[in-house]
């Protein structure tokens, strides 16, 4: 049995939950493992008690707890792992130069903007609307609409998925398009981009990350 670690929680406004671990459910749910859920308190982010560090060195969600290869952690790490070890229906693509696109692409997702911009606008969503920072919350909307979406737009293109199918490239921006299902945030100068989210957004996987999903209905596949 595969345990992932999360953080999650219920609001008048959806359910949120960590951006990173929704990477992993999406994998999780398009491999069609069987999983649960283990709900962290979000307080321990920042306590991070002794029971968590055993399992991550610094504290963070995800780790994936498995039976056969011990705890694994970060997002990324761990949706390499899952694609080499449940080898049907594959999430990267065949040649090195792709794989190399793949994770340029990733790492973009992961570094600029679940690192950077999203933050900025997803952070004060924990909080009651009228706790948060207005305009901290759209200095993260500008980062992304001044840098990160012409981005995606340009390497989008006319394709359907980043690097022509959907891989492991993509899943990143799964949980992006989460943040901005809750924030409704307008793509309307970005059209490839619009297309491209409501696309990750109807595939089934998304409905473990869904803000519209309860908690009940997201404990994993079993
Ligand atoms: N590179 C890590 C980042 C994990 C991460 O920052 N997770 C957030 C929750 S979405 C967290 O645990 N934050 C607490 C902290 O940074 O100490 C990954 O991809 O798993």
């Not at 959907?166 to 619009?194: C, G, N, Q, R």
Request: proline share 7%; with cysteine; glycine share 4%.
């Amino acid at each position: 049995m595969l345990i992932l670690a999360t953080t999650e929680r219920e609001y008048p406004w959806g359910v949120l939950r960590s951006t990173n671990a929704s990477k992993v459910k999406v994998v999780l749910e398009e491999k069609g493992v069987v999983y649960q859920v283990d709900r962290l308190h979000p307080g321990d982010l920042w306590k991070k008690p002794p029971e968590m560090l055993v399992k991550h060195p610094l504290g963070k969600v995800p780790y994936l707890e498995t039976d056969e290869d011990g705890v694994i952690y970060d997002s990324t790490v761990i949706n390499e792992y899952l694609d080499d070890k449940y080898t049907d229906n594959p999430l990267k693509p065949e040649t090195a130069s792709a794989r190399a696109r793949m994770r340029m692409l990733e790492n973009y997702a992961d570094e600029a903007i679940i690192s950077v911009d999203l933050p900025k606008l997803w952070m004060p969503m924990w909080s009651s609307p009228e706790k948060r920072n207005l305009d901290v919350m759209e200095q993260g909307r500008e980062g992304m609409r001044k840098n990160r979406l012409p981005f995606i737009e340009s390497e989008l293109g006319q394709q359907e998925y980043l690097c022509g199918d959907f891989s492991l490239a993509d899943v990143p921006y799964m949980a992006i398009a989460m943040v901005f299902e809750v924030d409704d945030f307008d793509l309307s100068v970005f059209p490839l981009t619009k297309a491209y989210f409501d696309r990750l957004r109807a595939r089934g996987s998304y409905s473990a990350i869904s803000p519209k999903t309860s908690l009940q209905d997201s404990l994993g596949s079993s």
